[in-house]
């Protein structure tokens, strides 16, 4: 059974860090691109940052570009997000999410492409 299971939210202060995590099972996850969104309360789903298989490619919103990191342990099956300087903007619920992939570079920055989706863990910035 396929699980996606994110970690490490919080309330912290503006210009804070956080570091989220999401472990996965069920699938051979060193096979599998993995990507980040966020969702805003009152509004869509959004982009945040994607990595290959190998973690060798990475994609960024530019609204994390700069300011967030994102990372892929396949030894121990989980991907990371850093995230550093966070604004209230930031506050939303963090979703992980994973795709089976052939290409070695593939970054999909769109939800559609995902198969796979976590709980998500909340993040609240405040002012």
């Known amino acids: 059974q396929v699980q996606l299971v994110e970690s490490g939210g919080g309330l912290v202060q503006a210009g804070n860090s956080l570091r989220l995590a999401c472990a996965a099972s069920g699938f051979t996850f060193s096979t599998y691109a993995m990507g980040w969104f966020r969702q805003a309360p009152g509004k869509n789903r959004a982009f945040v940052a994607a990595?290959?298989?190998?973690?060798?490619?990475?994609h960024y919103a530019d609204s994390a570009q700069g300011r967030f990191t994102i990372s892929k342990d396949n030894a121990e099956n989980r991907v990371f997000l850093q995230m550093s300087s966070l604004q209230p903007e930031d506050t939303a619920v963090y979703y992980c999410?994973?795709?089976?992939?052939?290409?070695?570079?593939?970054?999909?920055?769109?939800?559609?492409?995902?198969?796979?989706w976590g709980q998500g863990t909340q993040v609240t910035v405040s002012s």
């Open positions: 999410a994973a795709v089976r992939s052939g290409d070695p570079t593939y970054t999909p920055r769109f939800d559609s492409a995902y198969t796979y």
């Open positions: 990595i290959s298989r190998s973690g060798s490619s990475t």
